[in-house]
Nanobody, 123 residues
Framework: VQLVESGGGLVQAGGSLRLSCAASGSAIRAYTMAWFRQAPGKEREYLAAATWNGDSTYYADSVKGRFTISRDNAKNMVYLQMNSLEPEDTAVYYC?????????????????WGQGTQVTVSP
């Protein structure tokens, strides 16, 4: 499956952005979909994940209550709605997919990645 993120940009603190991930080559209903981010000099962070039907989700503590992952299997799309953004959210955000046989709380096993989209939050 090929993944392409979009929707990143520059936003002021307190603002919102919605990231999109367009999948092709395979139907995403067979995959757990997730969002990661990586800031300069920091390790990649597992942010959010959703099972094929969205019934089970995971959120990192750093984004819980502010970010929401959703998916539209019919459109082969995954989204990350980001509210109340903070300068600390500045990073490159990546969409990822893995076969749906692990708990969403598990951050490993993601075989497919997008190229990333930059999100910059100004003070």
């Amino acid at each position: 499956v090929q993944l392409v993120e979009s929707g990143g940009g520059l936003v002021q603190a307190g603002g919102s952005l919605r990231l999109s991930c367009a999948a092709s080559g395979s139907a995403i209903r067979a995959y757990t979909m997730a969002w990661f981010r990586q800031a300069p000099g920091k390790e990649r962070e597992y942010l959010a994940a959703a099972t094929w039907n969205g019934d089970s989700t995971y959120y990192a503590d750093s984004v819980k209550g502010r970010f929401t992952i959703s998916r539209d299997n019919a459109k082969n799309m995954v989204y990350l709605q980001m509210n109340s953004l903070e300068p600390e959210d500045t990073a490159v955000y990546y969409c990822a997919a893995r076969p749906a046989h692990l708990s969403v709380a598990v951050s490993t096993g993601y075989d497919y990645w997008g190229q990333g989209t930059q999100v910059t939050v100004s003070p």
